[in-house]
């Protein structure tokens, strides 16, 4: 949830200082994080070997 949340405010920045390199980083990494936390999949932590617990 907390990744959805923080990934859709760096969109926002995104949308608000389209023309500065930061803004677009921020949307590009906001667009990561939305995605990561609606799929429940995070490619780059796969490759690190880390395992999300889903609770008992």
């Known amino acids: 949830m907390l ?5 859709l405010m760096a969109l926002d920045f995104t949308a608000m200082g389209w023309g500065s390199p930061m803004a677009m980083g921020a949307g590009m990494v906001g667009a990561m994080l939305s995605l990561t ?3 429940g999949f ?15």
């Open 37 to 39: 936390g609606l799929v």
């Open 42 to 56: 995070c490619p780059m932590c796969a490759l690190l070997g880390r395992k999300l617990h889903k609770g008992p």
């Open 3 to 7: 990744r959805v949340v923080l990934g």
